[in-house]
């Protein structure tokens, strides 16, 4: 599977995104989806998992309450909307896929190619 994310962008603190990551081939609904985030000079870092069909999510805690991740397998695509954006926030985004429901990025197979997110205070 290919994946390729979008929506990034400079917004204020306080404000909202929606990242997308869109998926090729025929088996997306097979996979587990991830979300993670590489701050500026620091190690990539999990942020949010989502099952098969959507039914069961986890996060991170430091963005518990804030972000919500979603898929729509008819479109093979897998979001991120984050509200109430805080300057640590800022990174690069990455969209992976896996084939079991792990936090841990070593477990996701494919990649996309990250969208940055900068927030400014």
């Known amino acids: 599977v290919q994946l390729q994310a979008s929506g990034g962008g400079l917004v204020q603190a306080g404000g909202s995104l929606r990242l997308s990551c869109a998926a090729s081939?025929?088996?997306?609904?097979?996979?587990?989806m991830g979300w993670f985030r590489q701050p500026p000079g620091k190690e990539r870092e999990f942020v949010a998992v989502i099952n098969w069909s959507g039914g069961s999510t986890s996060y991170d805690d430091s963005v518990k309450g804030r972000f919500a991740i979603s898929r729509d397998n008819a479109k093979k695509t897998v979001y991120l909307q984050m509200n109430s954006l805080k300057p640590e926030d800022t990174a690069v985004y990455y969209c992976?896929?896996?084939?079991?429901?792990?936090?841990?990025?070593?477990?996701?197979?494919?990649w996309g190619q990250g969208t940055l997110v900068t927030v400014s205070s």
């Open positions: 081939g025929r088996t997306f609904s097979s996979y587990v």
């Open positions: 992976a896929a896996g084939t079991d429901y792990y936090t841990n990025a070593h477990e996701f197979d494919y």
